[in-house]
């Protein structure tokens, strides 16, 4: 994977649903022996960028497109992962208690993590707004996130493997390193970044982040936009009983 990440950090173009696209061939194994429960103290802000979150719901639940300042949007996918996260380790748990392994269930999660999360959130922040605000003071940041993205892909991929090979233990092990990283990975990318930037970016800025965004969200998944990834991702909270909102 280290090719995604050429100097310029640019991904190349989509290759669509890459992660679903390897799980029909999945096979159940069913591993011998008690595995212990991950606990995980759930770590969710409650309603951190509630606000940002549910217009961006709005728009995905009317298929229409997003009006929204892109640096809000960012912030809203956010708050859309941390719920999926919460989803998948709530799951893992089962897992870990060796009750049936749901295919469906991780195969819509790797879906949302692996195609949404690298090929449409991370798209929009390496090939449009990092680019924009690497030399307004941002460098060190950047570079320290990429190095941290490199490893994300690295436990992403790993975790798509082992939902396709029924491997239970892999799937509870690599949940908890990938979502341990990933919330800490996108606190800082807030704390350090994305807030900060809203501020430093011209009204010029933003409506060119706004179009290039348009652009990630219809290429990534033609005519569906972000309302594919919304309802598969609502679908994996409520299996759950996570609450999408
Ligand atoms: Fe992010």
Same mark, same amino acid.
């Given at each position: 994977?280290?090719?995604? $990440?050429?100097?310029? $950090? ?49 728009? %995905? ?10 640096? /809000? ?5 956010? =708050? ?15 897992? %870990? ?9 991780? %195969?819509?999660?790797? /879906? ?12 929009? !922040?390496?090939? =449009? ?10 460098? @060190? =940041?950047?570079? !320290?996130?990429? !190095? @941290? ?15 396709? /090979?029924? /491997? ?13 990283? !990933? ?6 990318? @807030? ?8 501020? %430093?970016?011209?009204? @010029? ?41």
């Amino acid at each position: 994977m280290t090719a995604l $990440h050429a100097p310029s $950090h640019r991904l190349s173009p989509p290759p669509r649903g890459w992660l679903k696209s390897l799980l029909p061939t999945a096979i159940y194994r069913s591993l011998t022996g008690d595995l212990p429960i991950p606990r995980q103290p759930s770590v969710t802000p409650p309603n951190l960028y509630a606000e940002a979150y549910a217009q961006w719901a709005a728009s %995905a639940r009317q298929e229409r497109k997003a009006e929204q300042h892109p640096i /809000d949007e960012l912030l809203a996918e956010h =708050h859309f992962l941390r719920r999926m996260f919460e989803s998948m380790q709530t799951e893992a748990v089962y897992v %870990a208690q060796r009750k049936p392994m749901d295919l469906d269930f991780w %195969a819509n999660a790797v /879906d949302v993590v692996g195609n949404f999360a690298l090929l449409i959130h991370w798209r929009k !922040k390496a090939n =449009h707004l990092f680019p924009l605000i690497r030399d307004r003071g941002f460098s @060190e =940041h950047l570079d !320290k996130l990429e !190095k @941290e993205q490199d490893q994300d892909i690295a436990t992403t991929l790993e975790l798509c493997d082992a939902v396709q /090979d029924g /491997d239970r233990e892999g799937v509870v092990r690599l949940v908890s390193l990938y979502v341990g990283s !990933k919330r800490r990975h996108m606190a800082r990318e @807030e704390e350090s970044v994305l807030v900060p930037a809203k501020a %430093a970016l011209t009204p @010029e800025d933003v409506a060119s982040l706004r179009a290039s965004f348009d652009q990630v969200d219809e290429g990534a998944m033609p005519g569906a936009g972000r309302a594919h990834y919304y309802s598969v991702g609502v679908d994996v909270m409520n299996h759950t009983g996570i609450d999408p909102d």
